[in-house]
């Protein structure tokens, strides 16, 4: 089987000001590379064989600064990028209520099949997710390989995983920096898998 660590971005300022931040290009705060640079410490005497990072700037940063202690190149993968939240990236809680109280409230009761003004269903994001790790598991059988993500795809490959009920995707906690890993070998789907998790937001090296 394969490993996937995964492990969500290093902070950023939109995460500190709890900020929908999804398909926005937003840079590590000072924070969050500090925070990458102490999971790099966490990581560097593990034989990681493969690195991919979403397609955005604070989960390359993030893959780079562990990359270093092994000599890996950062591959990047479109397929694990956060949530689109559309036209509500940018804006707080407070501000998306007052402005789309309806389609929020929607948005809430429905978030499989319903979507942000111009953004993505959960269920999207699920078959994304899943496809990213089965083609990865096939690519690089019994690797161990690095993915650095977002809170909202790794939440839904533990959903598909464990074919969890739909009410309980935000139940997980996922951490800035964060690591979970799960063992996969891509011949089945994930949610019909022999598949397992290791560990869940593991933050100790914090």
Not at 59 to 70: P, R, S
Request: charged residues 25%; proline residues 4%; neutral net charge.
């Amino acid at each position: 089987m394969a490993r996937f660590f995964l492990v969500r971005h290093g902070e950023t300022i939109w995460n500190r000001e709890r900020r929908y931040q999804g398909q926005s290009d937003v840079p590590l705060n000072e924070e969050g590379r500090a925070q990458a640079r102490v999971l790099s410490e966490r990581l560097k005497d593990e034989n990681i064989n493969v690195i991919y990072a979403s397609d955005l700037s604070r989960t390359v940063e993030t893959a780079e600064i562990i990359a270093k202690y092994h000599g890996l190149k950062v591959l990047t993968a479109p397929l694990m990028r956060e949530l689109s939240f559309g036209i509500w990236e940018g804006m707080t809680y407070d501000e998306i209520i007052q402005k789309w109280p309806q389609e929020y409230k929607e948005w809430q009761a429905d978030p499989y099949n319903k979507k942000p003004p111009e953004g993505e269903t959960l269920s999207e994001l699920c078959q994304r997710a899943s496809k990213f790790l089965m083609e990865t598991a096939k690519k690089h059988p019994g690797s161990r390989i690095l993915v650095v993500s977002h809170a909202g795809p790794i939440r839904a490959v533990l959903s598909v995983l464990l074919n969890l009920k739909k009410d309980f995707f935000w139940k997980f906690k996922i951490s800035n920096t964060s690591l979970t890993i799960i063992e996969y070998d891509g011949q089945k789907e994930l949610a019909e898998s022999n598949a397992f998790i290791v560990t869940v937001n593991n933050t100790y090296h914090l």
